[in-house]
């Protein structure tokens, strides 16, 4: 474990160094849209992901983040409404291995803590429908991968594919599950983003 600390704090320290680019950007902010799925313990569709994200880059190649993500879910006998946010380190991959290089298109990586909070309404034929209860849940590690394209110094377009892992086994609401004997929910989901960064003149 040790060995593994010091091999990513010298990677960093050694980007850091190398880095010959001026942050002249510092702060960017995205509104994204996409598809998302639930995978937990019963049938779920592919439904709408809507998001934004402001972002301050502390190197050239990292920066940490800040998310909000509402997730309409819903499947053939539930709709669950989950409103999440993030707090997120991300790395650009391009600038950490080569700092003196422009590229048009880059690859970015992130992985962060999340909580959420969530209602869930279940309607089966054979079990009464369940009025919607506000639920909490925490996420980690979330994790996101997204490619970009820059149109100017000042926007770019990417898309996103991310995995949120939550703390609790039963999103869908419904009572019959055995909730010690089942796997918590994960929910997966792919976004496009407009991404606008601002000037800093200092």
Do not use: C, H
């Not at 990677?11 to 960017?28: C, E, H, M, N, P």
């Not at 003196?100 to 990586?109: E, S």
């Not at 803590?113 to 009464?128: C, E, H, L, R, W």
């Not at 209860?133 to 997204?146: E, H, R």
């Amino acid at each position: 474990m040790k060995k593994i600390l010091v091999v990513i704090v010298f990677v960093f320290l050694a980007g850091a160094i190398s880095a010959q680019r001026d942050l002249t950007y510092k702060w960017s902010a995205t509104a994204e849209f996409g598809l998302s799925s639930l995978d937990g313990d019963g049938d779920s569709f592919i439904k709408q992901a809507y998001g934004v994200s402001v972002e301050y880059a502390f190197l050239p190649f990292a920066g940490i983040s800040v998310d909000y993500y509402y997730f309409p879910l819903g499947g053939p006998s539930f709709t669950t409404n989950v409103n999440s946010a993030s707090v997120n380190l991300t790395v650009n991959v391009n600038r950490l291995f080569f700092s003196n290089t422009d590229y048009k298109v880059i690859l970015k990586g992130s992985i962060g803590y999340g909580i959420a909070g969530y209602t869930s309404n279940y309607i089966s034929s054979t079990t009464p429908s369940q009025a919607s209860v506000y639920n909490s849940a925490s996420s980690f590690p979330v994790l996101a991968v997204s490619v970009e394209y820059y149109l100017t110094k000042l926007l770019s377009v990417g898309a996103k594919s991310q995995f949120r892992p939550f703390n609790v086994n039963n999103l869908e609401g419904d009572p019959r599950y055995n909730l010690d004997n089942v796997y918590n929910d994960n929910m997966v989901a792919a976004t496009l983003y407009l991404r606008f960064k601002f000037s800093d003149s200092n």
